[in-house]
């Protein structure tokens, strides 16, 4: 029998001959995550509506998780434009560049946003209509 890497230690371990199929090593602290995570989904199982109804009766809560969340997005976003070689280079652009958004104090050198980009370029100016010619 080959050696097998347990799921909670990440050590290698010899699966015993009686279970081949072993997932876990015979180490105390594994064994105790293994009932652990056991007793989690079976009371998962027993109580399927908790979720929904947690958040329906701890109003704050949702709240605040609902915020966290757009914040976790955000930081998504911005680690996906740091891969993206067409980022915007804020630093050299000829165009007024305003930033605006709550994020924006977070912002580590400006040269990304995480908040909304908001981009004005001036009018030219129109020479008035009926003009000397």
Not at 90 to 105: D, E, H, I, M, Y
Not at 117 to 133: K, M, T, V
Request: charged content about 30%.
């Amino acid at each position: 029998m080959s050696d097998r890497c347990g799921c909670y230690c990440k050590q290698l371990f010899q699966p015993s001959r009686f279970r081949p199929h072993q997932l876990v090593c015979s180490r105390s602290g594994c064994h105790r995550q293994r009932r652990r995570d056991y007793h989690r989904r079976k009371w998962r199982d027993a109580h399927p509506d908790y979720p929904k109804n947690y958040w329906q009766t701890h109003a704050e809560a949702a709240q605040r998780n609902r915020q966290h969340q757009r914040q976790r997005d955000r930081k998504r976003q911005v680690q996906k434009l740091v891969k993206n070689n067409f980022a915007l280079d804020l630093k050299r652009s000829s165009a007024q560049v305003w930033l605006v958004g709550p994020s924006v104090r977070d912002l580590v050198k400006n040269n990304l946003a995480p908040a909304s980009l908001l981009i004005f370029q001036p009018r030219e100016s129109q020479p008035p209509a009926g003009g000397a010619s």
